[in-house]
């Protein structure tokens, strides 16, 4: 018998996490490109590298970002001594956002900076959202570049995703704290439709549903800082969603 996959969905509560969410998904699909050895694999990988640049254009993503490590530091700390609490898993933690919060302030301007100094690697960004703008006519240095062993195009990608390598570990450890604090709760959708207002005196950044696929439903997420609401649409793939009236369940978790 085939165990049933659970989709998960996230849900940010506001912009700062918005971005996070965005940009620890360019960082994977970087990645999973860069592994690869194709030269379409690598023209993927290298707008993708884009992306993220433009996400972290943001002038106070650096500022945002050592924040939370400074916060997270400052509630792990107040930790310290609690019996029910690996003392040397905590320390590692507050290490790893120590070491994260001084290479981050030792970073000179945005996030990516160094890239947009590269004039081919930019001559590049400038046509690669044109349809067919990066053809050998048009750009043959990049051309010659993708006709090179894939180990070598491999190498410079990591070059080039070096500098940016801080941000995403930091960006990571933050999610993962996020998620990690949140506590999962079985809630059931009443005719499709749940609405749940949220505790007082608690900021929530994120929300979390599981829901099993072989209900063939996706949720419609609104939220504010005193109420969450989610509507589920049956999904048939190429057809329009349709809004769901079953009582259906689901897992929820909010995280702070």
């Not at 849900?11 to 490109?33: G, M, S, V």
């Not at 996030?111 to 006519?137: H, K, V, Y």
Request: charged residues 25%.
């Amino acid at each position: 018998m085939i165990a049933a996959v659970v989709i998960l969905y996230e849900y940010p509560f506001n912009e700062r996490i918005r971005t996070y969410l965005r940009l620890e998904q360019l960082f994977r699909r970087l990645a999973l490109l860069m592994a690869r050895d194709h030269p379409v694999d690598h023209h993927h990988a290298l707008a993708t590298l884009f992306e993220i640049i433009d996400v972290g254009a943001r002038a106070d993503l650096k500022s945002d970002v050592m924040k939370d490590l400074e916060k997270q530091k400052s509630a792990l700390s107040a930790l310290r001594g609690n019996p029910a609490i690996s003392e040397d898993l905590l320390q590692e933690v507050i290490d790893q956002l120590d070491a994260g919060y001084n290479a981050l302030h030792g970073q000179t301007g945005k996030a990516g900076q160094s890239l947009t100094d590269n004039d081919w690697l930019m001559s590049i960004r400038s046509r690669i959202a044109i349809p067919g703008g990066t053809c050998e006519f048009d750009l043959p240095a990049y051309h010659a570049w993708q006709q090179i062993e894939p180990a070598q195009r491999q190498a410079d990608l990591l070059r080039w995703v070096a500098p940016l390598g801080i941000l995403a570990d930091s960006i990571r450890l933050l999610l993962k704290l996020m998620r990690d604090a949140g506590s999962p709760q079985k809630v059931m959708a009443s005719g499709g439709q749940l609405q749940q207002t949220l505790p007082q005196g608690r900021t929530f950044q994120l929300m979390r549903l599981r829901i099993d696929s072989t209900l063939h439903l996706v949720p419609e997420i609104s939220g504010n800082r005193l109420m969450v609401a989610v509507r589920l649409m049956k999904h048939t793939p190429g057809e329009r969603l349709q809004a769901s009236h079953d009582d259906t369940p689901f897992e929820l978790t909010l995280c702070a």
